[in-house]
T-cell receptor, first 115, second 110 residues
Framework: GAGVSQTPSNKVTEKGKYVELRCDPI?????LYWYRQSLGQGPEFLIY????????DSGLPNDRFFAVRPEGSVSTLKIQRTERGDSAVYLC?????????????FGPGTRLTVT | RKEVEQDPGPFNVPEGATVAFNCTYS??????FFWYRQDCRKEPKLLMS???SGNEDGRFTAQLNRASQYISLLIRDSKLSDSATYLC???????????FGGGTRVLVKP
């Protein structure tokens, strides 16, 4: 079946602009995660959704970052007033349900460049 | 100190050789452990889970030492296609978010 998809694959924006990144999880997966990966580093957790609600948003770096999942499927990560330091690959993952032992399947990521 | 630490490498490995590397984690309450593989400019993919008793999947062997808080991965009979970055991953006490190490780069050469 189809894997996790993310759009756009690449996004270039100017400092100060607003961006939205979209994630379409594997059908039937109730848990959805956002991570951010900077060059040469491992992914860093941003936020976890169980269904429609954000169960853990402890990784969001500041209030410029916000994510929604209104119908429990597609999720959008929103970044306001982008800064050059926001440049990274934003990865989305989904799993059948939350919990320690369920494999998370990653999408191909959105490469965000803030100029 | 980072929660999960890895030697970034690269480990240059002759084809057919064995390579092993570790990672250490700081949270003693961590519940589950994994190795993910990431190819250049691609997403991470699960290589294997790591169980307390140690486990093997083909040419790959993973070990967990809870007392010393480290995880190891051993690759036998290395193939050119094993060239990748190997990410050590820990699922914390809360159980939902993965904490990644910075990755160990492995280059298998003919």
């Amino acid at each position: 079946g189809a894997g996790v998809s993310q759009t756009p694959s690449n996004k270039v924006t100017e400092k100060g602009k607003y961006v939205e990144l979209r994630c379409d999880p594997i059908s039937g997966h109730t848990a959805l995660y956002w991570y951010r990966q900077s060059l040469g580093q491992g992914p860093e957790f941003l936020i976890y959704f169980q269904g429609t609600g954000a169960a853990d948003d402890s990784g969001l770096p500041n209030d410029r970052f916000f994510a929604v999942r209104p119908e429990g499927s597609v999720s959008t990560l929103k970044i306001q007033r982008t800064e050059r330091g926001d440049s990274a690959v934003y990865l989305c993952a989904s799993s059948t349900t939350g919990g320690s032992y369920h494999e998370q399947y990653f999408g191909p990521g959105t490469r965000l460049t803030v100029t | 100190r980072k929660e999960v630490e890895q030697d970034p490498g690269p480990f240059n490995v002759p084809e057919g050789a064995t390579v092993a590397f570790n990672c250490t984690y700081s949270n003693s309450a961590s519940q589950s452990f994994f190795w993910y593989r990431q190819d250049c400019r691609k997403e991470p993919k699960l290589l294997m889970s790591v169980y307390s008793s140690g486990n093997e999947d083909g040419r790959f062997t993973a070990q967990l030492n809870r007392a010393s808080q480290y995880i190891s991965l051993l690759i036998r009979d290395s193939k050119l296609s094993d060239s990748a970055t190997y990410l050590c991953v820990v699922n914390g006490a809360a159980g939902n978010k993965l904490t990644f190490g910075g990755g160990t780069r492995v280059l298998v050469k003919p």
